[in-house]
């Protein structure tokens, strides 16, 4: 069974600091691996989507990278800002089969004070 | 502009009661999914469609119910056996399944509550 952890569970840091959020899983054998932010009482935005072949995505000032052989995805957020505050999530998708279901972490809550 | 809409944004359950949340998407996708968060936890999938007339159940389907009568449409039903029904509900979309470089796309949520 796929098993996705998290850390740290929460992260403060001042405005303007580079950051990185960890996330590991148990499983090697996937399709992908996704990224999410979750603001306050909403659904979730896609941030970063790298294929199980990729090593890295980039989109502005986030850059996910993935080590399928280790189980591991970091997501690095360059110069953070207050409006970068929300809870982090990141998913992967099983390969194998035909159900391509996405196993979540229970994500990172970030804080950036200005 | 393409979304998915998910309504109620709030709604109570009274005991032995079913409550049915809608989720409405215009993305032309061919997937559709509900998920289940409970506070500091990740979300967990209920049930899932890759095509109409299709679902298959996910790691939390007892105590719920679906359809897939429309492309656009993918309601969920909290039936009176689900005993622990407070939660975050969320729907998500995704082109067809196997397009695994498609990330999902998902509403803003109903928040269900027991009266």
């Known amino acids: 069974k796929q098993e996705v952890t998290q850390i740290p569970a929460a992260l403060s840091v001042p405005e303007g600091e580079n950051l990185v959020l960890n996330c590991s899983f148990t499983?090697?054998?996937?399709?992908?691996l996704q990224w999410f932010r979750q603001d306050p009482g909403k659904g979730l935005t896609s941030l970063l989507l790298i294929q199980s072949s990729q090593r890295e995505q980039t989109s502005g000032r986030l850059n996910a990278s993935l080590d399928k052989s280790s189980g591991r995805s970091t997501l690095y957020i360059a110069a953070s800002q207050p409006g970068d505050s929300a809870t982090y999530l990141c998913a992967v998708m099983r390969s194998g089969g035909s159900n391509y279901k996405l196993t979540f972490g229970k994500g990172t809550l970030l804080t950036v004070n200005p | 502009d393409g979304g998915i809409t998910q309504s109620p944004k709030y709604l109570f359950r009274k005991e032995g009661q079913n409550v049915t949340l809608s989720c409405e998407q215009n993305?032309?996708?061919?997937?559709m999914y509900w998920y289940r968060q409970d506070p500091g936890q990740g979300l967990r999938l209920i049930y899932y469609?890759?095509?109409?007339?299709?679902?298959q159940k996910g790691d939390i389907a007892e105590g719920y119910s679906v359809s897939r009568e429309k492309k656009e449409s993918f309601p969920l039903t909290v039936t009176s056996a689900q005993k622990n029904p407070t939660a975050f509900y969320l729907c998500?979309?995704?082109?067809?399944?196997?397009?695994?470089?498609?990330?999902?796309?998902f509403g803003d949520g109903t928040r269900l509550s027991i009266l």
């Open positions: 469609s890759q095509i109409v007339n299709d679902f």
């Open positions: 993305l032309n996708h061919d997937a």
């Open positions: 998500a979309s995704s082109m067809a399944g196997q397009r695994t470089n498609q990330p999902q796309h």
């Open positions: 499983d090697s054998a996937i399709y992908n």
